[in-house]
T-cell receptor, first 111, second 111 residues
């Protein structure tokens, strides 16, 4: 079993809808949780990061971490066609440099 | 511009012919790392480095070598490439082992 599980999708939503993405994990040592966005033929770019449990909001993006359930989520409000990309979750025991990524969820926002 | 630069972007080589993929960052980051990305498997960490002359294995280090002689450079060496090393490779750097900044990727084909 993988340490980080993420549904590969694709997840198709109409423009303006809320996109809901999530990952589950098994290693309780993970303390730092990130979401990356990857456009086709590009490197991943860091969207959001959260330390330990809680919520974090940045514009249209909200990240949630529930360490008791080993579950993290990313919500994208008012989705746009430009949000069409693959979204990857990542996590690490803080400061070690060793990361585990989910397989990525492909999101398609249709006009 | 702050960035991670890797070269070449595309490389086709033959089995057994030693090759090096270079990686350089201009952000004075302590941590650097190499990943490979394969369909259905997501991003998997090959090696990472916490500082000059300090490296450690990721999840898939077999068949790869790295060195960190200078802070800004972190080359990936394939001593005897095999077809199962055909993949998309990403170099990344981080100031403190938290969120990584990724390069644009190197698509390697071993025939």
């Amino acid at each position: 079993q993988k340490e980080v599980e993420q549904d590969p999708g694709p997840l198709s939503v109409p423009e303006g809808a809320i996109v809901s993405l999530n990952c589950t994990y098994s290693n309780s040592a993970f303390q730092y949780f990130m979401w990356y966005r990857q456009y086709s033929r590009k490197g991943p770019e860091l969207l959001m990061y959260t330390y330990s449990s809680g919520n974090k909001e940045d514009g249209r993006f909200t990240a949630q971490v529930d360490k008791s359930s080993k579950y993290i989520s990313l919500f994208i409000r008012d989705s746009q066609p430009s949000d069409s990309a693959t979204y990857l979750c990542a996590m690490t025991p803080l400061g070690w440099g060793k990361f585990q990524f989910g397989a990525g969820t492909q999101v398609v926002v249709t006009p | 511009e702050a960035q991670v630069t890797q070269n070449p972007r595309y490389l086709i080589t033959v089995t057994g012919k030693k090759l090096t993929v270079t990686c350089s960052q201009n952000m004075n980051h302590e941590y650097m790392s190499w990943y490979r990305q394969d369909p259905g498997l997501g991003l998997r960490q090959i090696y990472y480095s916490m500082n000059v002359e300090v490296t450690d294995k990721g999840d898939v280090p077999e068949g790869y070598k790295v060195s960190r002689k200078e802070k800004r450079n972190f080359p990936l060496i394939l001593e005897s490439p095999s077809p199962n090393q055909t993949s998309l490779y990403f170099c990344a750097s981080s100031p403190d082992g938290s969120g990584y900044t990724f390069g644009s990727g190197t698509r390697l084909t071993v025939v």
